[in-house]
């Protein structure tokens, strides 16, 4: 199933997207939305992904580009782990694990649904580098296999001004833990 958007909620997007490109330069300098918008028209695919991104809470905006083959990454850069993907275990396995108590959904289901792949601990330092994010939550990352097989999972917050990248049992979930993806276009 091809997933689209009608040609009115594809020129809200692009217009939301073109705002916080505009509101935050930090995150993206010396980029032109010209650019930006160029690579979205020739990769529409992508902009249900971002529509998917920005629905439920991420605010997708513009982190990283290359040159050499025109890639651009946009990642959730909500202050806070987006509010519509909280409450969720790390994984399929961490889920099913789970005697009692069974969230809606896990981490890793919930990204490959929307197209996006959750950040790994370096691009999550990445993305606190261009800002503070996730003051007062958590969010899931990417966890190394020799980490998954023995049953836990990463998450990074920021406390104290500082990044902490912490560890639970892939089973288990928060009402402040969500997490954040990218995708590349």
Not at 7 to 18: M, Y
Not at 37 to 57: I, N, Y
Not at 118 to 132: K, N, P, V
Not at 163 to 181: K, L, P, T
Request: aromatic content about 8%; hydrophobic content about 30%.
């Amino acid at each position: 199933m091809k997933k689209s958007l009608s040609p009115q909620l594809r020129n809200e997007l692009l217009a939301t997207l073109s705002a916080r490109f505009d509101s935050h330069p930090e995150r993206h300098p010396g980029l032109a939305w010209s650019v930006v918008r160029e690579r979205l028209e020739s990769h529409p695919d992508r902009l249900w992904t971002l529509q998917a991104m920005e629905q439920s809470g991420g605010e997708p905006d513009v982190t990283g580009y290359e040159p050499a083959t025109g890639a651009i990454r946009f990642v959730d850069c909500s202050r806070e782990t987006p509010q519509g993907r909280t409450s969720v275990c790390y994984d399929r396995a961490g889920l099913e694990s789970r005697k009692e108590h069974r969230p809606r959904t896990s981490a890793a289901d919930l990204a490959a649904e929307m197209g996006i792949e959750l950040l790994t601990e370096a691009e999550y330092l990445d993305l606190q580098s261009l800002g503070e994010f996730d003051t007062k939550t958590s969010s899931w990352l990417k966890s190394p296999p020799d980490i998954r097989e023995r049953g836990g999972a990463l998450y990074g917050e920021r406390r104290y001004g500082r990044v902490f990248i912490g560890h639970n049992g892939a089973q288990s979930y928060y009402a402040v833990r969500g997490f954040r993806g990218g995708v590349s276009v």
